[in-house]
């Protein structure tokens, strides 16, 4: 009796404590899978991951004693959107891989390497990929001109996306890998615990069989988003971290939406200084650029979403949750869910001009296409219903 008991106890403790504890996802594995501790072996530099063949031909030493740098671990240029060496999974942004991107997009649409061919247009031409950008000259909608911010976009560190955004690339993200934090991300206020080292961004990581990808409406990483844009009044800090301009930078409202809008301010805030700097002057139609953060109306054309499915998630065009979801659901709910930067482009690059999910070429009133891209949402737009 007694015994029993005991074990009821255990048996709720455990239970408990498998509940509570955060999906973390720590780095394991041998150490010399990823580092070198001289970058030398028998006397010659060691090899470092995706120096072959590849247009960033890595050389060592990295800071951290890592085997490589963003690009050598993330972007090796082989067929696999993940790659495996040594029972480590690393995760992949430049690939040949033809069944499918990670949820991020692929770098290699931007160098031709795989899609119908080679053009800046098709992503953020970040520099370690040795190829910037011929015709913008910094982000567009920036909070100064765009050659403010130039030319030099990195992955992380000052004039990067992850990160601390300050600081050189190793540093903005030290201690992130190891203490990383899957799942769902609704803290956020370290670099581990933000959605993809993404500072500040809140969300949920798919870590199901599609880690890191859509897949399909029950596999997919889950976005967050707001019922309001930032709202810029001249108060700096809705970006920057004190000391302006050093301290690094995070959206306030941690949004993802509001992350791309610190670089391309104008498309996604409010601004009350200069409304013809913002999508309008509240979050109600009619807008000046199209709105981020506001949520699809439960009315009219937007309450038919995804038409013909009941409302089922379409990982073509998703949407953002307004809180952040503990799991992954395969429904849009008007009237709750955000329309999101990420609805109608991709974080890295796509195979379309401007980064977008789909060809908007071909997005044709009365041209039949009803339930793709635009039509996801506008579902009378296409027949006038
Ligand atoms: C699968 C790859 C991988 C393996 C395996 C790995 N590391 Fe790392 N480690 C990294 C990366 C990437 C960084 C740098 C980026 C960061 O800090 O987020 C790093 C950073 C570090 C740092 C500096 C930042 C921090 O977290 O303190 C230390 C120290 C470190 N690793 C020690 C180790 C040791 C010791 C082992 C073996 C027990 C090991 N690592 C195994 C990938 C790995
Ligand atoms: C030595 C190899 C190595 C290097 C160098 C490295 N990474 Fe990683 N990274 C990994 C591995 C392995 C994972 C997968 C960890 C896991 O399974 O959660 C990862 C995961 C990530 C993730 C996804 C985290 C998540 O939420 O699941 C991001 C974002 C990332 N790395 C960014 C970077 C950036 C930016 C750099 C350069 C500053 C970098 N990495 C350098 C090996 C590396
Ligand atoms: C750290 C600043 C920064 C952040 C954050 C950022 N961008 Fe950009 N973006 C840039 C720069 C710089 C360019 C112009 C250079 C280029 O396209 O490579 C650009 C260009 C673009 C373009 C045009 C691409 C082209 O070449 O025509 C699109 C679309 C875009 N960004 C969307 C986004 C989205 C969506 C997000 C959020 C997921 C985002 N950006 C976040 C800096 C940023
Ligand atoms: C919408 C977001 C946003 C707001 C609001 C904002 N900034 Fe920035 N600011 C940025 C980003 C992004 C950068 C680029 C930082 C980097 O990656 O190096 C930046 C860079 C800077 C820099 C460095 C200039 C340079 O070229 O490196 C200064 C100085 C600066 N901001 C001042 C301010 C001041 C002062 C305010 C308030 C009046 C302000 N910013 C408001 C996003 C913002
Ligand atoms: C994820 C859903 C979604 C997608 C995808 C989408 N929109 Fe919208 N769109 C909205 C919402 C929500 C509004 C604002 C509705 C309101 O409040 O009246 C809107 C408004 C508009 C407006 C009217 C702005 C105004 O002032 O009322 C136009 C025009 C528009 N969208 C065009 C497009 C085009 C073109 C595409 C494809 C490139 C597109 N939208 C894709 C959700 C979406
Ligand atoms: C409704 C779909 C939709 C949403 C939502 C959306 N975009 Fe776009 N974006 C487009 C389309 C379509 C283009 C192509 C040019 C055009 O029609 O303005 C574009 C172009 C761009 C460009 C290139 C502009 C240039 O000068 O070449 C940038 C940068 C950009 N978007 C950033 C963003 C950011 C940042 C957000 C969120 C704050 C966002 N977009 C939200 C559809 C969208």
Not at 4 to 25: D, Q
Not at 376 to 381: D, M, V
Request: with cysteine; glycine share 12%.
């Amino acid at each position: 009796m007694k015994c029993n008991h005991l074990f009821n106890l255990l048996l709720i403790f455990t239970i408990c404590l498998l509940t509570i504890s955060p999906l973390s996802a720590a780095i394991t594995g041998d150490c010399s899978n990823c580092h070198t501790m001289h970058d030398s072996q028998n006397g010659s530099a060691t090899a470092t991951f995706g120096a072959a063949g590849q247009p960033w031909t890595g050389t060592g030493p990295y800071r951290m004693l890592t085997k490589g740098d963003c690009l050598g671990c993330h972007g090796m240029g082989t067929a696999n959107k993940i790659e495996t060496l040594a029972g480590n999974s690393f995760p992949q942004v430049y690939h040949t891989d033809a069944s499918g991107d990670l949820a991020g997009g692929n770098f290699a649409y931007i160098t031709g390497a795989k899609g119908s061919g080679a053009s800046d247009a098709k992503g953020h031409n970040v520099t370690d990929l040795g190829n910037s950008d011929n015709t913008l000259t910094g982000p567009p909608g920036y909070h100064g001109t765009p050659t403010d911010f130039g030319t030099t976009l990195n992955c992380s560190g000052a004039r990067g996306c992850h990160g601390t955004r300050s600081g050189n690339s190793s540093a903005s993200i030290k201690g992130a890998h190891h203490k990383n934090i899957d799942g769902q991300c609704d803290t956020a206020d370290q670099i581990y615990n933000s959605y993809r080292f993404l500072n500040g961004v809140k969300g949920f990581e798919n870590m199901g069989t599609y880690k890191w990808q859509n897949k399909d409406a029950s596999n997919h990483n889950e976005y967050y988003g707001s019922n309001t844009p930032m709202t810029y009044d001249g108060t700096c800090t809705i970006c920057h971290i004190a000391p302006i301009p050093t301290g690094g930078i995070k959206p306030s409202s941690n949004t993802i939406s509001a992350f791309c809008g610190t670089c391309h301010r104008a498309f996604h805030v409010i601004n009350q200084l200069d409304v013809t700097q913002g999508i309008g002057d509240d979050t109600a139609s009619p807008f000046l650029r199209h709105p981020t953060d506001i949520v699809l109306p439960n009315s009219g054309e937007y309450a038919n979403y995804n038409q013909g499915t009941s409302n089922q998630y379409s990982v073509e065009t998703p949407v953002a949750r307004t809180t952040v979801p503990s799991s992954i659901s395969n429904t849009v709910t008007p009237g709750a869910d955000a329309v999101m930067c990420l609805s109608c482009h991709v974080a890295h690059a796509s195979n379309y001009a401007d980064m977008l999910r789909w060809d908007y070429s071909a997005m044709v009133a009365g041209g039949g296409t009803n339930g793709t891209g635009c039509f996801t949402c506008h579902t009378s737009k296409d027949d006038g219903s």
